[in-house]
């Protein structure tokens, strides 16, 4: 670094006196502290205090332009705080160590005065910077203290949800009815117990679950008889675990396939026990609790940032102590959905202007339709609604207009919790994505009957939809036409394949990596050149083979079994999606606090050898995974 010969003029001296510690200085002591003092330049990335010692003692700093950022030592990347113009460095002044206990570094192109030692030594003896001093370093304490307790509660929560054995859950023997009793005795035991779901057992094995939401759906709101055999509405053959998996993999199977309650069996299939999604998510000891108890109190939407940010504090410690992508992306979209549930109760629901409830499903989609939401996401969501029965057109727009009001708010809502507003308008707000039943069933007949680049986008973003508040059944309805109209289509999926196969695999020929060049140089977009064609060509193997799960995961799983892929290569195509899926995370996770660069774009060679050699690896499967679509669709 160079230092120049230009003290600061009276002008700057009288802008220091707007900062603390200098507003409590008179500004002829102020005018000595800097009589001698010199401007510094850093570049971006610079370390400020790198060993600059004067006469044995450590140097003092003060910003004059650009941003200073400040983080712990155990924090390997990224930024905790940034400060800027006005403050005096060190904030740890008042510790009697010749080496800051905090990390600083130059956030961007930035000039600090530096005191000379007589300015420093009148610094140092004067009263109100001795106080600012010790509030700092007081500050500083609490600090570390609370990321102490919270990595320790981190730790505690990861080991509890990775470990816990279901078994630990079960209280009672689950209540089941037969397959050839009545819908209404199984209505009678749901009541009688106050329990939201029954199994349906034939010879002591799990046959189906019947749950409130299904009788009202399939046999009530249709006027079905309900003395009909419950083998005749139930889910038949629902996903079972063993009493040896974890709350961990519970939780993962029960909010990938969007499912509230879950059979647990013996290792002889044998049923134990029904595991509900409020056991995993209430239990304090499943730290689940933890985590969800700040969104349920919530009775303001600051208060629900508030329980946003401690989610992704939280979450982030839990990625690091060792849960996987996969679970945490899982698990961070199932705490972003009650955060909008938590929302509209604060809110309230919409109502007609004579009090009546409106029909209408919340809908997620994108990432968030998929539960794979990571720590940097926007708002991508609708709503779909049913009008009264004989209601006319202007009927139907005062309706939508009372929902567009509703929805702005909660779209408002989302945003000052965290949530971006969309940059594409895509939100429930915009009158082109809050559309009834019908209007929806019309929107995606048009963008698969009728195929043009814009439909293949919608199709990447819409055809993801997942339930999160009112209606459910109009959802599956939807999903229902979705796959009735995509069999009907093949060239729509022929289109959607030859999409899938334009992005190419950011792997070098003479290099291990292809990177960008320009403004991005030296860098790769891992959402759009792999993780989005790993989801890309999982939707594909959804639509094709009639796979309902929106998650990538179990679209790759289920679809590539059905497309006959085999065992080992499927196993691979998702353990690469997760590998993809880390390196995301952890590149967001490391990103600089206010920083503007895309949080998906990493250096690759910045990544360790191993890293290096997996990402590789990762990024030769989705090519495998991109020839089997030529094969398949004849590209």
Same mark, same amino acid.
């Given at each position: 670094?160079?230092?120049?010969?230009?003290s600061?003029?009276?002008?700057?001296l009288?802008?220091?006196?707007?900062?603390?510690?200098?507003?409590?200085?008179?500004?002829?002591?102020?005018r000595?502290?800097?009589?001698a003092?010199?401007?510094v330049p850093?570049?971006?990335?610079?370390?400020?205090?790198?060993l600059?010692?004067?006469?044995?003692?450590?140097?003092?700093?003060?910003?004059r332009?650009?941003?200073?950022?400040?983080?712990?030592?155990?924090?390997?990347h990224?930024?905790?705080?940034?400060?800027?113009?006005?403050?005096?460095?060190?904030?740890d002044?008042?510790?009697?160590?010749?080496?800051?206990?905090?990390?600083?570094?130059?956030?961007e192109d930035?000039?600090?005065?530096?005191?000379?030692?007589?300015?420093?030594a009148a610094?140092?003896?004067?009263?109100?910077?001795l106080r600012?001093?010790?509030?700092?370093?007081w500050?500083?304490?609490?600090?570390?203290?609370?990321n102490?307790?919270?990595d320790i509660?981190s730790?505690?929560?990861a080991v509890?949800?990775?470990?816990q054995?279901?078994?630990?859950?079960?209280?009672q023997?689950?209540?089941?009815?037969?397959?050839s009793?009545?819908?209404?005795?199984?209505?009678?035991l749901?009541?009688?117990?106050?329990?939201g779901?029954?199994?349906?057992?034939?010879?002591?094995?799990?046959?189906?679950?019947l749950?409130?939401s299904?009788t009202?759906?399939r046999?009530?709101?249709?006027?079905l008889?309900?003395?009909?055999a419950?083998?005749?509405?139930?889910?038949?053959?629902?996903?079972?675990?063993?009493?040896?998996?974890?709350?961990a993999?519970a939780?993962?199977?029960m909010?990938?396939?969007s499912?509230?309650?879950m059979?647990?069996?013996?290792?002889?299939?044998?049923?134990?026990?029904?595991?509900?999604?409020?056991?995993?998510f209430?239990?304090?000891?499943t730290?689940f609790?933890?985590?969800?108890?700040?969104?349920?109190?919530?009775s303001?939407?600051?208060?629900?940032?508030?329980?946003?940010d401690?989610i992704?504090?939280t979450?982030?410690?839990l990625?690091r102590?060792?849960?996987?992508?996969?679970?945490?992306?899982?698990?961070?979209?199932?705490?972003?959905?009650?955060?909008l549930?938590?929302?509209?109760?604060?809110?309230g629901?919409?109502?007609?202007?004579d009090?009546?409830?409106?029909r209408?499903?919340w809908l997620?989609?994108?990432s968030?339709?998929r539960q794979?939401?990571?720590?940097?996401?926007d708002?991508?969501?609708?709503?779909i609604?049913v009008?009264?029965?004989?209601?006319?057109?202007?009927?139907?727009?005062a309706?939508?207009n009372?929902?567009?009001?509703?929805?702005?708010?909660?779209?408002l809502?989302?945003d000052?919790?965290?949530?971006?507003?969309?940059?594409?308008?895509? /939100?429930a707000? &915009?009158?082109?994505?809050?559309?009834?039943?019908?209007?929806?069933? !019309? $929107? +995606?007949? *048009?963008?698969?009957?009728e195929?043009d680049?814009?439909?293949?986008?919608h199709?990447?973003?819409?055809?993801?939809?997942?339930?999160l508040y009112g209606?459910?059944a109009l959802?599956?309805?939807?999903?229902?036409?979705?796959?009735?109209l995509?069999?009907?289509?093949?060239?729509f999926?022929?289109? /959607?394949a030859k &999409?899938?196969?334009?992005?190419?695999?950011?792997?070098g020929?003479? !290099? $291990? +990596?292809? *990177?960008?060049?320009?403004?991005?140089?030296?860098?790769?977009?891992?959402?759009?050149?792999?993780?989005?064609?790993?989801v890309?060509?999982?939707?594909i193997f959804s639509?094709?083979h009639?796979?309902?799960?929106?998650?990538?995961?179990q679209?790759l799983?289920?679809?590539?079994?059905?497309?006959?892929?085999k065992p080992?290569?499927?196993?691979?195509?998702?353990a690469?999606?997760?590998?993809?899926?880390t390196?995301r995370?952890?590149?967001q996770?490391?990103?600089?606090?206010?920083?503007?660069?895309?949080?998906?774009?990493?250096?690759?060679?910045?990544?360790n050898?191993?890293?290096?050699r997996?990402?590789?690896?990762?990024?030769?499967?989705?090519?495998?995974?991109?020839a089997?679509?030529?094969?398949?669709?004849?590209?």
């Amino acid at each position: 670094m160079r230092q120049t010969e230009s003290s600061p003029t009276d002008q700057q001296l009288a802008s220091l006196a707007d900062f603390e510690p200098f507003s409590a200085v008179p500004p002829e002591r102020l005018r000595g502290m800097f009589e001698a003092a010199r401007p510094v330049p850093f570049a971006a990335g610079a370390p400020i205090f790198d060993l600059q010692f004067q006469d044995g003692q450590r140097a003092i700093l003060v910003i004059r332009q650009g941003r200073v950022s400040v983080r712990k030592p155990s924090m390997e990347h990224g930024v905790g705080e940034l400060l800027g113009p006005g403050m005096l460095l060190p904030l740890d002044l008042a510790l009697p160590v010749r080496e800051s206990v905090e990390i600083y570094t130059a956030a961007e192109d930035c000039v600090c005065w530096s005191l000379a030692p007589a300015g420093i030594a009148a610094l140092l003896a004067e009263p109100a910077v001795l106080r600012w001093a010790i509030a700092q370093c007081w500050r500083l304490h609490e600090r570390i203290m609370q990321n102490i307790a919270s990595d320790i509660e981190s730790n505690r929560i990861a080991v509890q949800i990775k470990f816990q054995p279901l078994s630990s859950l079960i209280k009672q023997s689950p209540l089941t009815v037969d397959v050839s009793d009545s819908v209404n005795q199984a209505i009678a035991l749901m009541t009688q117990h106050k329990i939201g779901s029954v199994i349906v057992t034939e010879a002591g094995r799990v046959a189906g679950i019947l749950t409130e939401s299904d009788t009202l759906r399939r046999v009530l709101a249709p006027g079905l008889d309900p003395a009909q055999a419950v083998s005749t509405v139930m889910t038949p053959a629902p996903v079972c675990l063993p009493m040896t998996s974890s709350v961990a993999e519970a939780a993962l199977e029960m909010t990938s396939r969007s499912i509230r309650h879950m059979p647990i069996v013996s290792e002889e299939g044998a049923l134990v026990g029904v595991i509900s999604e409020r056991d995993l998510f209430v239990l304090q000891r499943t730290g689940f609790g933890h985590l969800e108890a700040p969104i349920e109190r919530a009775s303001s939407i600051a208060a629900l940032r508030n329980a946003v940010d401690s989610i992704r504090t939280t979450c982030g410690g839990l990625f690091r102590y060792g849960m996987s992508a996969e679970q945490i992306t899982t698990l961070v979209s199932a705490l972003n959905d009650r955060v909008l549930v938590q929302l509209i109760h604060i809110v309230g629901a919409p109502k007609l202007h004579d009090g009546q409830e409106v029909r209408y499903c919340w809908l997620a989609f994108g990432s968030e339709g998929r539960q794979e939401q990571t720590f940097s996401t926007d708002q991508d969501n609708g709503i779909i609604f049913v009008p009264s029965p004989g209601a006319d057109a202007a009927a139907v727009e005062a309706l939508r207009n009372v929902l567009l009001q509703f929805a702005s708010t909660v779209n408002l809502g989302l945003d000052a919790c965290g949530f971006p507003l969309c940059e594409g308008d895509i /939100m429930a707000r &915009n009158p082109k994505w809050c559309l009834t039943l019908d209007e929806w069933k !019309s $929107r +995606f007949a *048009t963008w698969i009957c009728e195929p043009d680049p814009q439909a293949l986008l919608h199709a990447s973003i819409f055809f993801d939809l997942r339930p999160l508040y009112g209606e459910a059944a109009l959802a599956e309805t939807l999903r229902d036409h979705l796959f009735a109209l995509c069999r009907d289509s093949p060239l729509f999926l022929h289109l /959607m394949a030859k &999409n899938a196969l334009e992005t190419t695999v950011p792997l070098g020929v003479l !290099s $291990r +990596f292809s *990177t960008d060049g320009g403004k991005f140089g030296g860098t790769i977009d891992l959402k759009k050149r792999a993780a989005r064609l790993f989801v890309d060509i999982g939707r594909i193997f959804s639509l094709a083979h009639g796979v309902r799960a929106t998650n990538t995961a179990q679209r790759l799983l289920l679809g590539g079994a059905r497309a006959k892929r085999k065992p080992e290569a499927i196993d691979a195509d998702v353990a690469a999606f997760h590998f993809v899926q880390t390196i995301r995370i952890r590149g967001q996770l490391n990103r600089a606090a206010g920083s503007h660069d895309d949080p998906n774009r990493i250096n690759p060679y910045a990544l360790n050898e191993i890293d290096q050699r997996v990402l590789i690896e990762a990024l030769r499967q989705v090519k495998l995974l991109q020839a089997r679509l030529r094969i398949d669709y004849q590209i």
